[in-house]
């Protein structure tokens, strides 16, 4: 299937690892222009090659889009770089290390949510005085944890807000041509990544949670979320917004 995004242009934050990075090279193969941004140099140098080899226009950009102003920035370069934007996927995220509400203190908490809801708060309302245009494309990365209970306070409460917020910006920017959607992903499984690490510390425990929780008996991978938020972006969604869509082999339990 043909997914008609050659020469079409996305912002994908947190793109130098896992998702991310995964994202961004499912949109290379399809032809797009792709900014991509993240914190870490290096690893975003990575990246970009590795959407270049895949067949992509990779632009790399270091900046915190968990602020405002690095937010702003990236916006702005990924604009001037490719010419233009027509979509953006908030993909920064993660829990911190942060656990249940009465061990997480008020630093604890600003972290969480500025990481995982204020970043694609931040970097959509730049993104979307762009988008106003032309319209395109916005694709948020929430979690299983955004629909039901999982063991991080200000973590389910972030990614909670990213699903309530991907709904009333589905509807609201409509007017505008803006189609706006979230991926919940459940656990996936990347080298560095959160599962990675606790699966090297505690391999025998990390063994029966896949075997106790997850229906397919493995994790899943970041290409599997990948997919399906680059579908999103295409015009073969062009019915799809304000939705959000599970990405977890079955792992969730809510309906």
């Known amino acids: 299937m043909d997914l008609e995004l050659r020469g079409r242009r996305f912002l994908v934050t947190g793109a130098s690892r896992g ?10 193969r399809e032809g797009a222009v792709v900014a991509i941004v993240a914190r870490g140099a290096d690893a975003l140098e990575t990246s970009a090659r590795e959407v270049e080899a895949a ?6 950009i270091v900046a915190d889009v968990a602020t405002s102003e690095g937010a702003d920035r990236a916006v702005r370069e990924a604009v001037a770089a490719m010419g233009g934007l027509d979509g953006l996927v ?25 990481t995982n809801l204020m970043s694609a708060v931040y970097t959509s309302r730049h993104a979307v005085e762009v988008l106003k245009r032309d319209g395109g494309v916005i694709v948020h990365i929430g979690s299983i944890c955004g629909r039901e209970y999982c063991t991080s306070a200000p ?9 309530g917020l991907t709904k009333e910006m589905g509807i609201n920017l409509a007017k505008h041509r803006i189609r706006v959607n979230a991926v919940s992903p459940g656990s996936i499984l990347f080298p560095g ?20 929780e997850l229906p397919w008996g493995r994790f899943g991978t970041p290409e599997e979320v990948a997919d399906v938020v680059t579908f999103l972006c295409s015009s073969k969604a062009s019915w799809v917004t304000g939705s959000t869509v599970v990405v977890d082999g079955g792992q969730g339990r809510a309906f």
């Open 19 to 28: 998702i991310g990075r995964a994202i961004a090279k499912s949109l290379g």
């Open 55 to 60: 067949g992509g226009k990779p632009h790399a």
């Open 90 to 114: 908030n993909n920064v995220g993660g829990s911190l290390g942060a656990r249940g509400f009465d061990q997480v203190d008020e630093e604890a908490w600003r972290r969480v949510l500025d």
């Open 155 to 163: 973590y389910v409460a972030a990614k909670a807000a990213l699903t």
């Open 193 to 212: 990544g959160s599962w990675d690490r606790r699966q090297k510390d505690n391999p025998a425990l990390i063994a029966k949670m896949v075997a106790d």
